[in-house]
């Protein structure tokens, strides 16, 4: 249970990838069955069944070039930062990657 709501959302600095008037559903109960529930929000893949999608509110309102989330999780050994972009991704993270095995999500 919870309210509809709308408000500008940011995430990571606050001056970088604000979402104006982003409707999001602000949780006030919780029943038990469903406690499994999770996510980051909106963003999963823009469909109407996940929910509105942060992403695709960034790219029409200008803020971002591409509708597109780009995740890159290295190895704790690899002495490189996982990282997040938000409208494409990092392809000079790729050099580092040649001869070793890398998965696209």
């Given at each position: 249970m919870g309210d509809d709501v709308a408000d500008t959302v940011c995430i990571f600095k606050k001056d970088q990838w604000c979402a104006e008037k982003f409707r999001f559903l602000s949780v006030t109960d919780v029943k038990e069955a469903m406690t499994a529930m999770d996510g980051v929000i909106g963003l999963a893949p823009d469909d109407p069944s996940n929910?509105?999608?942060f992403i695709a509110t960034l790219f029409d309102q200008g803020k971002i070039d591409k509708k597109m989330l780009g995740i890159m999780?290295?190895?704790?050994s690899s002495g490189k930062e996982s990282s997040i972009v938000l409208g494409g991704y990092d392809d000079t993270q790729w050099k580092d990657y040649t001869n070793k095995d890398m998965r696209w999500y």
């Open positions: 929910g509105p999608s999780i290295t190895e704790a």
